[in-house]
């Protein structure tokens, strides 16, 4: 079964920047979606941004122009780059993939956790002000 290890989570000011990796292993991408997902204390988990195999990537509003999704295929890793951090990202951040496309057509919407069939730990992501 597959195996995501998410990686660079820190404690940060307001304002920087940080690169999170998840590292899939055990399962095929290539068709699949993949989705960074949050979830803050007493929060319900939300979606950050997703990404198909196509490169189309989806964004939640609040992260638009911010964060960038991006998706290494040689070497099943996923990253998320976060610019102009804000202390309302406080958050675990955990990636998840899909046994489907992230299009409507393929199930659920990208950003329902329901889609989602494998998951990693999370990783800690600490935003100051």
């Known amino acids: 079964y597959a195996q995501l290890v998410e990686t660079g989570g820190e404690s940060v000011q307001s304002g920087g920047s940080l690169t999170l990796s998840c590292v899939v292993s055990?399962?095929?991408?290539?068709?699949?979606?993949l989705a960074w997902f949050r979830q803050a204390p007493g929060e319900e988990r939300e979606a950050v941004a997703g990404?198909?195999?196509?490169?189309?990537?989806m964004y939640a509003d609040s992260v638009k122009g911010r964060f960038t999704i991006t998706q290494d295929n040689a070497e099943n890793t996923l990253h998320l780059k976060m610019n102009n951090l804000k202390p309302e990202d406080t958050a675990i951040y955990y990636c998840?993939?899909?046994?489907?496309?992230?299009?409507?057509?393929?199930?659920?919407?990208?950003?329902?956790?329901?889609?989602?069939?494998?998951w990693g730990q999370g990783t800690q992501v600490s935003v100051s002000s």
């Open positions: 998840a993939v899909s046994g489907s496309r992230c299009a409507m057509l393929y199930g659920l919407p990208w950003g329902r956790p329901a889609k989602y069939i494998y």
């Open positions: 990404i198909d195999s196509h490169e189309v990537t």
């Open positions: 055990g399962y095929a991408t290539l068709t699949s979606c």
